[in-house]
């Protein structure tokens, strides 16, 4: 059983954590650098955005990986430190030889990232100040400094932590992330740390992380933009004693399992903070011949703006789902199609086999107003089926966007 | 030389057209049916959406242009006719039979066209009723009725004409569209059509329409959403009395300039009539190794929600621009990239080489306040251009889609 638990990135054995506010981007007011520590050096796996230009951090992380051992993560918001040249380059190692020397640990061993405006170099200046006292203040309840020092436009944070039995073990998974813009499902994600005292080795690790983020991260859309920076790291160091996984074994599948759990709560968590989001629409593809089918299917009807758009209006337009799912690519059977919009507050199916149903309209505003709306989409063609989550189209995102780097 | 006139669809010789209220959507006060007429059989080619999902109009047109004749366009706003089943394939089939008895031609001589709402069913017996009379006012003036009718969220009606000589004889051109949202670049375009009396086989037609939808009508995007009812059209009647062009010679070079002329234009138009657009962005790729790698970076780039919502907030933030041509799949060297915003009010250079300029502020202010705004992107890797056209995420866009279909 997996179970749910308090800590964050902190609940594993070994880790420790801490944020403040070295003062990176002028005007903010919550702390904007987040360190994250294990006692023991740690086997390492990270996933990265698939944008062909890339933030300086994400560069020299995956540098440093290549070997799958990590011991520490320095993170900030408030600056990308991408599109920043030879400069930014040098800042970003700065970054990972600052942290390495307030751990007490090899720069190779950090893990660095950035997220914040593109194009401006970073105050690194600011970042090495404040790195000893950052280091000093690491503890077990850091997990709450850490994951608002890497927030930007969200409104909430994002962490979830779960145990569960190993071999008569416990074993703990912790994560933090942040999300809300520049957001969409060709990436490794937005900001993502992961913590766990699972013993596993790198080669697992990697894989168990590259199977989790298909159904997950990957499936999670708010604006269609792929950032420069999107990055998804593990840190596993062994200390919860149970029999390292170096196959792939039931332990290995219950591991991934759990990452499953984990990572879909914190998918749903940045789809419903989406930058000026009232809605997480959550769209479930059945009937379809593959997965991967269903997948791209539920992708494109959250990512289109139409759709988004309708959503914010409490706005019953089934037909721009449909739409959606024609231009994805896949193919499908309009004729078999059925339409459905469904949560807590009832259920009204609008389309059924291809035709139109006369819905009750009142209903379905009231199905529509509440905060979380599922779209179900049966494609009555196979027995598989796909989900992917996004937020609607607001004003907010609009104002939150148009004024951003000022 | 290619020449600018009045008169759209109705400037070449033997087309007439004509537009009424049928009363289609309830509340409307613009005309809603449009209706074209040649008085000579035409040739005929057609462009149509890639998305799976077609409206019943659209299937129909398919067919109908299949043998590369037709006479007449029959067109309404406020009902797509899409996702409609079988009643709407009749009620698509009802509208032809109705425009032809009204023209006394043949029914599949019919192009028939409809644009707004998906997944109701259309208003056959509205426009049966309006038919007679709109076929008794087609007049050489009806340009000006027809191109209201095909409006929905559109704020001003879209429309060209030009003339040129072709072997010594006067050749016109004409066209009118329809844009404003759920548009996007995998498209044949939304609702356009076009009208000449060159003289100008089905097969010369057909390939000449494609050549220059590449660069015009498949450039552009409002919302990265592709309709179900994009339908681009072109009659020729051959009444100019050129020589007919049956193979791709020196006539049918100058003839595919000015429809590249001619849609250039069109794509423009709309682009800057995009739902709740207040800027239209142009964006230049120039530098390329070929001419569709620069397209699909250009594409990117006005694609993206982001880079959209920093032009409505006349935001200079150019780090965006970068991160959509580096998830558009296409390669580049991002240290070779310079980026430039352009118009008549001035020039800002703001990254050069890779690295981030120190550029005026208020004057970018100033070049981005302005209605038009060319974004010059130079990839230093080859010799090839490509031009793509979008417009600002507003909150007018939110608006009008938050609340379309009621």
Known sequence: MIKQIEGGVCAPLGFTANGVLAGIKAGRTKNDLALIYSEKPCNAAGVFTKNLVKAEAVKLTRQNLKNGKAQGVIA?????????????????????????????????????????????????????????????????????????????????????????????????IGTMAKGSGMIHINMGTMLSFMTTDCAISSEMLDSALRETIEGTYNCISVDGDTSTNDTLTILANGMAGNAEITEKNADYALFVEALNQINTMMARKIAADGEGAEHLIECVVKGAKTVESARVLAKSVISSSLVKAAFFGADANWGRILCAMGY???????????????????????????????????????????????????????????????????????????????
């Open 76 to 172: 900030n918001s408030g600056n990308a430190n991408a599109c920043t040249g030879e400069q930014g380059a040098k800042n970003a190692l700065r970054m990972a030889q600052a942290a390495a020397k307030a751990l007490n640990i090899a720069s190779d061993d950090v893990i660095v990232c950035s997220t914040g405006v593109i194009g401006q170099q970073i105050n690194i200046e600011a970042i090495e100040k404040a790195l000893p006292n950052l280091a000093d203040g690491l503890s077990k309840t850091g997990n709450a400094a850490a994951r608002e020092a890497i927030m930007t436009t969200d409104t909430v944070y994002k962490e979830v932590a779960v145990e569960f039995e190993l071999g008569g073990k416990t074993v703990h």
């Open 328 to 406: 994805s690519g896949e193919l499908f059977t309009p004729e078999k199609v059925s339409v459905t919009f469904t949560n807590s507050k009832g259920t009204v199916e609008v389309f059924k086999n291809g035709v139109p149903l006369n819905f009750d309209e009142d209903k379905a505003k009231i199905v529509l107003t509440e905060k979380e709306v599922q779209i179900l989409v049966d494609l009555e063609e196979g027995n598989c089926t796909g989900t992917a989550w996004g937020c609607d189209l607001t004003y907010n995102y609009v104002k939150i966007n148009g004024d951003y780097r000022t």
